[in-house]
């Protein structure tokens, strides 16, 4: 074993020193690195769960990529349909990095009871749909009957609506849609109600069978015949971080391609239709970043400054090891072990305390938000443990790297000044 490392170590079951100004140092210098590196577990986990919470809402809404008609995306007039035959729907799961893809349509219109009135979206989906989101977050009824061959005239309105309309599972509303000069009434049963929290959607959007909403359109809903008439369709990839390199790979085969009925075909992600909220996420890496280096540098000061007072209290210590020909370079090794076992003990602390924290808010919610303005009811919170352990290292290595400089001024000691200072 090397005697530096020997020497740290007994120091360090010895308490890092026994006098009265080196123990309140070195465990200063301890609930330093402790608390920084538990600033720091939980703020990543909290931003890493806020953004992804955020962003599955979004996707749940919109998925994370659509293909539809050119002039549909340009124009933002959901009024131009394609023709999304089964044969198109398996090109475009056939796609490398696509694991689904579903046809929707969208059609605005007016909800209305004896009292109330609201306009809204209806979205219309299909058996194909992936209605794992949207069923995660019911809170009243059930998933409407979705169909692409028959009207189900079942709906899907969320919180916020149905607060409104004094609507609730197993109501009756009435619905008036404007088209082709008239104005068309339906009845729709609400089959349940859904509530995200996220006030741009949960204000807009109600969802019904897809049949419906194409014939509301004047589109045809005839998978015999080869015709599927619809605003387009939504698909989902298999890892939202290669997003990118799956748009590419569809604008190759399917943009500016033209389907059965000569409409031409386009594509956008969703962080092209919701450049404001992927904006505003991506500002929270810059805030985790100022945290992180003002945590790194509480840690680095609290150290340096640990580390000099125990020094200054062992010099004795040096002279003697001086004294029976310790060379400089030992010593410093032997002070730099020592602030070592001094971070270890530290970040082991922080561990605990950043990772229970975490798991706190994560089981129980403790922490609550405003649902309008965070668009959660709870600080959410998400445990990467490969980043959790690329902190411990990464604290672990700037501040035994901090720790260099310092450590040289145990090596200016000289025996016969320590021996005076004794």
């Known amino acids: ?71 549909t995306l340009q124009t933002a007039d959901q009024s131009q349909p394609v023709n999304a035959t089964d044969s198109v729907v398996k090109v475009l799961r056939g796609i490398e990095g696509v694991r689904h893809a579903g046809r929707y349509a969208l059609k605005q219109g007016v909800l209305k009871t004896d009292n109330d009135f609201l306009g809204v979206v209806f979205k219309g989906v299909g058996e194909d749909y992936d209605t794992a989101f949207l069923a995660s977050n019911i809170v009243e ?51 349940g109600v859904y509530q995200t929290n996220l006030t741009k959607y949960d204000d807009t959007y109600c969802f019904t069978d897809l049949y419906t909403v194409s ?64 904006s505003w996420l991506d500002l929270l890496d810059l805030n985790v970043w100022i945290i992180l280096a003002l945590m790194v540098c509480v840690a680095v000061v609290t150290m340096i400054s640990g580390l000099l007072i125990i020094i200054l209290e062992r010099t004795s210590m040096i002279g003697l090891l001086k004294a029976l020909g310790a060379r400089n370079a030992l010593v410093r090794k032997t002070f730099r072990w020592l602030a070592t076992f001094i971070v270890l003990k530290g970040l082991l602390i922080g561990d605990v305390l950043g990772i229970g924290i975490s798991l706190l808010q994560k089981y129980t919610g403790i922490v609550k938000l405003d649902p309008e303005t965070y668009y959660v009811a709870e600080a959410p919170v998400e445990i990467n443990w490969g980043i959790v352990a690329l902190l411990n290292v990464a604290t672990l290595i700037v501040c035994t ?4 400089l310092p450590s040289f001024y145990a090596s200016t000691v000289k025996p016969a000044q320590s021996m005076r200072t004794e």
């Not at 009824?141 to 309309?165: C, Y």
């Not at 790297?401 to 260099?404: E, H, P, S």
């Open 141 to 191: 009824g059930s998933m409407p009957k979705l169909r692409t061959d028959r009207s189900t005239r079942q709906l899907l309105i969320s919180k916020s609506m149905a607060s409104k309309m004094h609507l609730g599972a197993g109501k009756k509303v009435y619905a008036y849609f404007l088209g082709d000069g008239e104005v068309k009434a339906r009845v729709f049963e609400v089959a």
């Open 401 to 404: 790297a901090a720790l260099v």
């Open 1 to 71: 074993m090397a005697l530096p490392f020997y020497i740290a170590r007994r120091l360090s079951a010895d308490g890092e020193g026994t006098d009265k100004v080196s123990k309140p140092a070195v465990r200063i210098a301890m609930l330093g690195i402790a608390i920084g590196i538990a600033v720091m577990i939980v703020s990543v986990s909290v931003v890493m769960g806020f953004k992804h919470t955020i962003r599955d809402k979004v996707v749940g809404f919109g998925s994370h990529i659509v293909v539809s008609n050119y002039m």
């Open 215 to 278: 014939r509301l359109n004047g589109w045809t809903c005839s998978p015999e015949e080869g015709l599927m008439e619809v605003t387009g369709c939504e698909l989902l990839v298999s890892d939202f971080d290669s997003i990118d390199v799956v748009e590419d790979r569809i604008i190759d085969r399917v943009n500016k391609t033209l389907d059965s009925e000569g409409h031409t075909l386009s594509s956008l992600t969703i962080k092209e239709t919701n450049p404001q909220i992927f």
